[in-house]
């Protein structure tokens, strides 16, 4: 499987939102939080993320192909990332793609500080992931709604 990264400028930014909303729209209608989710974004707020000084989007590719994106955002000067969001089309979901991702962004990045993320406490998939590849909870849950709880997580030793 040949998934790579492609560093996304401005004129990026309509096909990333696109492949967001798709890949968000589920969990969108799942936990109805129209407040954060990226399903629920405006085009707007893609491109002011894309123009953030300490913000690095990716399209995610496969076979040239673009299948989702990620976010990086570094803070501390560049000492602690945090990743977010990250997307992939659902027809390409739980095929090692995420995993495969992680291993680039870790290479192409090292900061020294460690990573943060967050996702969907009831996402089970998503927290399966994440354990996997060596983040641990740190203990911080958030309620959003009834359905919904975001989880926080971090990795220090990479």
């Known amino acids: 499987m040949n998934v790579n990264l492609a560093k996304a400028t401005l004129e990026d930014a309509?096909?990333?939102?696109?492949?967001?909303?798709?890949?968000?729209?589920?969990?969108?209608?799942?936990y109805q939080d129209y407040?954060?989710?990226p399903g629920n974004e405006k085009?707007?707020?893609?491109?002011?993320?894309?123009?953030?000084?300490?913000?690095?989007y990716y399209l995610i590719k496969l076979n040239k192909e673009s299948i989702g994106g990620i976010r990086i955002r570094r803070y501390e000067e560049g000492n602690l990332c945090k990743?977010?969001?990250?997307?992939?089309?659902?027809?390409?979901q739980n095929k090692g793609i995420a995993q495969n991702v992680f291993k680039i962004i870790?290479?192409?990045?090292k900061p020294k500080n460690g990573w943060i993320l967050d996702t969907i406490l009831q996402e089970k998939g998503n927290c399966h992931l994440y354990e996997k590849i060596g983040y641990r909870k740190t203990g911080k849950i958030e309620t959003i709604n009834e359905r919904m709880d975001i989880v926080y997580y971090e990795k220090k030793d990479i």
Do not use: A, C
Not at 43 to 56: H, N, P, Q
């Open 14 to 30: 309509n096909e990333i939102h696109q492949i967001q909303v798709v890949t968000f729209k589920p969990l969108l209608e799942k």
């Open 35 to 37: 407040d954060l989710s």
């Open 43 to 56: 085009l707007e707020r893609t491109i002011s993320r894309l123009k953030e000084e300490i913000t690095d």
């Open 83 to 92: 990743v977010g969001p990250l997307f992939i089309l659902p027809e390409y």
């Open 106 to 109: 870790e290479e192409k990045y």
